[in-house]
């Protein structure tokens, strides 16, 4: 405003108004610096993971609850699809890769791979990539496609190579409990202890502890194991599906010659078919585990390997508490307690239903 404007009309300044002379500083902060903090990534991971949290303890159903996405980890991230977005039919091509490629990893888990081998293919086979296509071509988004099809091909190739070593070094542990069996035993050469001699290295027992109880881990361990028993058949038949089909390409390759047309296109059904059922059987492998609640298989295995060491701890210590002390005749309220005991266990480890919220008529 000039002057003029702010005057009223005796000519003096108006309140809420004052005049600023030339050179005179008229502009000033009023709100204090930023906190970087609060900007951070850690900070802002931590708040993701809070809120996740939250928003978790609302969900009945574990298969719908929400997740944090791992930055760094060997998945790769989904894009989300807005409304009326014109790159859509882009991005859910895009996102239908990478979904494979997540599929993939969780069949590698499965398989046995390392968590080091698979993350050098990704960045080797995708990150590397990613950034030397740029650096050629600019950004073209239609060539991600094109480079995770080609990590995905390695993986499965790694993956097939793990099995069939796996599936060799059964035969040769299976072949070499076999030879070192003994044909005869002969248990009835025991000698007995004279009751004088038992009776002198008889001595004092000291106070027995309680019997070891295993921890939560440990209870859960049964449960794991069905889903990972689960996992390893699963990924059994799709290598028998995909030892199917590579003998139809085989085949489709050496049919050659103009009598062998009608093979060719037999074939050519046959191994479309095969390809369809092994893509349907990856996408439940992935969703076994979500079943159960778990995000991925990775989450699932910490899970089951910390359930395995524990469940391992205590059978041990059990193991030496029976050694040192020995079993002694059960009463009535011990049987009882025990029976609880068992019945607890079993309520742990049953997987959870949801509540039925529908109206009932």
């Known amino acids: 405003r000039t ?7 005796e000519g003096n300044i108006r309140k809420r108004c004052k005049v600023i002379h030339k050179g005179e500083v008229y502009e000033r902060q009023i709100f204090s610096i930023k906190d970087k903090h609060f900007k951070a ?8 993971q809070d809120y996740t949290n939250l928003i978790n303890q609302y969900v009945w159903d574990k298969s719908q609850r929400l997740e944090v996405f791992e930055r760094g980890g060997m998945y790769l991230a989904t894009k989300k699809i807005g409304k009326n977005n014109p790159k859509a039919t882009e991005i859910e091509a895009d996102n239908s890769k990478r979904t494979l490629w997540n599929q993939t990893v969780d069949r590698a888990i499965v398989t046995g791979v390392s968590k080091s081998e698979i993350m050098q293919i990704k960045k080797e086979r995708i990150t590397d990539k990613i950034v030397e296509s740029v650096w050629l071509y600019g950004n073209r988004p239609n060539l991600l496609s094109s480079i995770i099809g080609t990590a995905i091909a390695v993986l499965e ?11 060799e070094l059964a035969d040769k542990v299976i072949s070499k409990e076999l030879e070192a069996r003994p044909e005869n035993t002969d248990f009835k050469e025991q000698k007995a202890v004279p009751e004088e001699s038992r009776k002198q290295t008889d001595t004092p027992k000291p106070a027995i502890p309680p019997r070891p109880q295993p921890s939560t881990e440990a209870v859960s361990y049964k449960h794991l194991c069905e889903i990972y028993q689960k996992l390893q058949e699963q990924n059994k038949a799709i290598f028998a599906l995909e030892k199917q089909r590579s003998d139809l390409e085989i085949e489709l390759s050496d049919s050659k010659g103009i009598f062998k047309a009608k093979r060719r296109s037999e074939l050519s059904t046959e191994i479309a078919g095969l390809e369809e059922r092994i893509a349907r059987m990856k996408v439940r492998l992935s969703h076994i585990v979500k079943e159960y609640g778990y995000p991925n298989v990775e989450a699932f295995y910490k899970a089951f390997h910390k359930a395995e060491t524990a469940y391992g701890d205590y059978q041990d210590s059990l193991k030496n508490w029976k050694q040192r002390y020995g079993e002694k005749p059960q009463s009535l309220h011990d049987r009882l307690k025990s029976k609880k005991q068992d019945i607890r266990e079993r309520e742990l480890t049953r997987p959870y239903s949801p509540p039925n919220r529908g109206r009932s008529r």
Do not use: Q
Request: hydrophobic share 45%.
């Open 41 to 48: 990534e850690n900070f802002l991971d931590t708040v993701k």
């Open 3 to 9: 002057k003029k404007e702010i005057l009223d009309e």
């Open 157 to 167: 190739l790694l993956i097939s190579k793990v099995f069939l070593k796996t599936l």
